[in-house]
């Protein structure tokens, strides 16, 4: 049996306030194309499906396509909720999309009920654990102690384990979303540290063929049986230059018989430039990245005027900017300290410098006294 391993696709989700979602279809239905060529028979998304709870009506068509050709592309199609998607929403549903092979495992009472998918070799449970959100799982699951990831997540793997060993000679794949120990986050992850407490040990996960982790976006293998698919799309800069993929992975009559990437289409690649604006204007070498979504940092001496608008001449995706021009060096002293024996003109003046990184010119200056000067004037009668 193989499986393609994908995790994190954050329908709905957008960059700096631009939408993502025709780059997301573009990416997510190119998934049939991988399902055909490499004869895929389940396609496992380890949760956030969704970027929010409630999903806007776009997002959810989005998803019903992307579902659709999965399916007639001839993949079973297994998932579970993140910690950005609503569990009770995400299951509506669920039993009579199960009859058409798209099985949606949400709910925590029933995470140890495998999904049963069948090969020459015999069955393959595929469990999905949702989100386990440690005080609501841990009453579901009944634990009298223990509020972390690693409690709820350790219970939940030992009904898994239970379940198992009920099923004799059984192969076992495990869908979860949680942040594991040996991961390397993104800054494009919501934080789901609950007490100081969000690392989950992975030898949590012992006793199963295959793990698919999701939660973190940068793809990644914590071992040869533990593993991130990492997100779809790149949904920050700090993530410009990272090649996605998903894993496809491999079940004999044995277990684990291989995994190796599968890398996705980038329909717009993230870059970030850094320069004055006249040259980011001129400059040929940025001709290949004008079609990218674009992050600007500005180091112009005096900030532009309209930069945006000038920059989206040139590079129209351009979606986030910043102004790192030269203003003055970070002035450790205490507020007191730095106004302590300066006059109002200079302390006005230190202002000017520090919010337009230029010193005020001496016309400037001459018109800011005039100013103090009348505020004086006013205050004294």
């Not at 495992?105 to 029933?110: D, H, I, K, M, Y």
């Not at 990272?242 to 291989?258: I, S």
Request: proline letters at 5%; aromatic letters at 4%; one cysteine or more.
């Amino acid at each position: 049996m193989r499986l393609l391993h994908t995790s994190d696709w954050h329908i709905g989700r957008s960059l700096h306030g631009t939408d993502l979602l025709a780059e997301q279809e573009a990416v997510l239905s190119g998934l049939a194309d991988v399902v055909v060529a490499e004869s895929v028979d389940v396609v496992v998304v380890a949760g956030d499906v969704y970027d929010r709870a409630v999903p806007a009506a776009d997002a959810t068509g989005v998803l019903d396509r992307v579902l659709m050709r999965l399916r007639r592309a001839g993949a079973d199609v297994v998932l579970t909720p993140g910690n950005h998607d609503s569990a009770r929403r995400l299951a509506f549903g669920a039993g009579l999309m199960a009859r058409s092979g798209v099985h949606v495992r949400a709910l925590t009472p029933a995470l140890d009920e495998p999904v049963l998918l069948s090969d020459q070799h015999g069955d393959v449970a595929v469990y999905g654990l949702p989100y386990l959100e440690p005080e609501v799982a841990r009453h579901e699951l009944g634990l009298t102690e223990g509020r972390s990831h690693a409690a709820v997540l350790g219970a939940a793997m030992d009904r898994v384990r239970a379940d198992l060993l009920l099923r004799p000679g059984v192969r076992s794949v495990v869908l979860a979303h949680a942040f594991v120990g040996g991961g390397v986050p993104s800054d494009s992850e919501r934080d789901i540290c609950v007490g100081g407490v969000d690392l989950v040990p992975a030898a949590v996960f012992d006793g199963v063929d295959y793990v698919a982790l999701g939660h973190l976006h940068r793809p990644q293998s914590l071992s040869d049986r533990v593993r991130y698919s990492g997100s779809p799309l790149a949904y920050s800069f700090g993530e410009a230059g990272q090649r996605k993929q998903a894993w496809l992975v491999d079940l004999d009559a044995a277990g684990l018989a291989g995994v190796r990437a599968v890398q996705l289409p980038a329909p717009r690649q993230l870059t970030v430039l850094r320069g004055e604006l006249a040259e980011l204007l001129a400059d040929p070498r940025h001709g290949p990245v004008e079609e990218h979504f674009v992050s600007v940092q500005l180091t112009d001496a005096v900030r532009p005027v309209d930069p945006m608008r000038r920059l989206r001449g040139r590079f129209p995706h351009c979606v986030h900017l910043e102004w790192a021009g030269g203003g003055p060096a970070a002035d450790v002293r205490s507020y007191t300290e730095r106004l302590s024996g300066r006059g109002d003109l200079e302390i006005v003046g230190e202002f000017v410098d520090h919010v337009r990184g230029v010193a005020a010119t001496a016309d400037e200056r001459e018109l800011l006294g005039r100013a103090l000067a009348a505020a004086a004037r006013e205050e004294a009668s």
